[in-house]
């Protein structure tokens, strides 16, 4: 029998776990036959409702958190498009011909994400191993209160790892709050450039500790020019942040004195060797003279800014393209390139979060960018921003943080 000559369908239905599929919404797509048996349901009760309409957690019961729990983690894995495997959990039933009496049940559940062909989580698949006859064996109320030295080493090893799975959820909570506070209070209030129109977002990670590592800068520079700057710091969390305020401080600094957007990323890279966790960080830099309608501007690994032209053509600014900072043995000039612009032209800068998927080519990323951009041609820097946002970012939030910078030229 060839691949293409199976039933994945029927195999789904016979396996002799529980399995459901979610949408990326938290809706139930499907459910096999062991998941309906093991849970009591029939396919109606299931299939097309939302995790929380279909088991609700006991209202009876202010410490019944399982689904709340469950919700977070699928939430999670469609954020991160990382597998999730809760331990021990435990998840009370109520018996569906006998309204508001609640069965006391405990699973062990994994959630694995299923990527769709543009490299998005598109289902999440989750996996659950009813436990509750080996819990209650071990406290003494299943077959006659017997229990073998291997389950009660399994219960408690379960039991370890839920107590420092959440305590690892805390933490990480605690360090995400921390550190988003720490980037809001060094990134740049934005401020009115002159006789210019610009708008900057700054969009954390979803539900993950993918955050901190990305920053902006909008300068008013002497002799009507303006500095754009995006950058990226490899890493999270507190770490990042603190990486994140020395390259945004130096290169700010550096782009007020020096004499074109290459030599500021010269100083910023001969900064960066001198920063523990800065090494192959990115960032890329255009200074917009608005007199002579020029742009020059270099990349230090980044991705090309974007000029939409006043008649919908989008240009990338990838002639000046170097490696990140730190990431040459020995000190070399960077290059730096220019382009002309016309009155009303927009540019256009942004960190990877923007654009990229996992498994999908960089340059599909970057070919959504150029259509939502000719499609929103015309709008303010304000409600462009808004719609790259929506346009770009799926559903679930997307795994990185996101740096964006908009200037109407």
């Known amino acids: ?30 459910v096999n036959e062991a998941f309906l048996s093991i849970m009591g ?30 919700r977070d983690s699928l939430r999670w894995v469609a954020a991160t498009g990382e597998r999730d495997a809760m331990t021990l959990h435990r998840y009370d039933v109520e018996y569906p011909d006998r309204p508001g009496v609640w069965e006391e049940r405990y699973w062990s559940p994994i959630n694995v994400p299923v990527f769709g062909p543009d490299g998005r989580v598109a289902l999440l698949l989750h996996r659950d191993e009813d436990i509750t006859e080996l819990i209650r064996t071990r406290s003494g109320r299943g077959r006659g209160g017997r229990v073998t030295a291997l389950e009660a080493k399994l219960y408690t090893q ?62 008013d520079l002497p002799g009507d ?33 020096s004499r074109g957007p290459a030599q500021a990323l010269d100083v910023l890279g001969v900064f960066a060797r001198s920063v523990d966790g ?6 890329a830099l255009a200074i917009i003279d608005c007199t002579n309608h020029t742009i020059a501007y270099s990349s230090a690994g ?22 990140p900072l730190g990431a040459r043995p020995e000190h070399a000039p960077r290059p730096q390139a220019e382009t002309t612009f016309s009155e009303g032209a927009t540019l256009v800068l942004y ?13 599909a990323g970057l070919a959504r960018l150029a259509d939502s951009l000719t499609r929103h041609q015309g709008a303010d820097p304000e409600t462009l921003a808004d719609a790259l ?7 679930a939030g997307t795994t990185d943080d996101i740096a964006l910078v908009i200037l109407r030229l």
């Open 158 to 219: 379960a039991r370890e790892l839920q107590e420092v799975n959440e305590r690892l959820r805390q933490a990480h909570a605690c360090e995400r709050e921390i550190a988003l506070s720490l980037q809001q209070a060094m990134l740049p209030a934005h401020e009115p450039l002159r006789h210019h129109r610009a708008a900057a977002r700054y969009q954390p990670a979803a539900e993950g500790l993918n955050v901190c590592g990305d920053w902006y800068d909008l300068i």
């Open 1 to 30: 029998m060839t691949v293409s000559e199976i039933d994945y369908e029927a195999v789904f239905q016979a396996l002799p776990g529980a399995v459901a599929l979610f949408t990326t919404d938290l809706v139930y797509a499907d």
């Open 225 to 257: 020019r303006i500095a754009a700057a995006v950058g990226d710091v490899v890493g999270h969390g507190l770490a990042a942040a603190g990486v994140m305020g020395q390259l945004h401080s130096a290169l700010s600094a550096a782009s007020r004195v």
């Open 389 to 395: 946002l929506i346009d770009l970012i799926p559903p």
């Open 41 to 70: 349901r029939t396919r109606d009760q299931v299939v097309g409702r939302h995790l929380s309409d279909a088991f609700p957690d006991d209202p009876g019961n202010p410490a019944s958190t399982g689904m709340r729990k469950l």
């Open 278 to 283: 800065a090494e192959s960080s990115t960032a």
């Open 351 to 363: 960190t990877d979060g923007l654009i990229e998927c996992r498994r999908e080519d960089i340059d």
């Open 302 to 323: 980044h991705l090309p800014p974007a000029l939409l032209r006043p008649d919908g053509v989008v240009d990338f600014l990838d002639q000046a393209t170097d490696p």
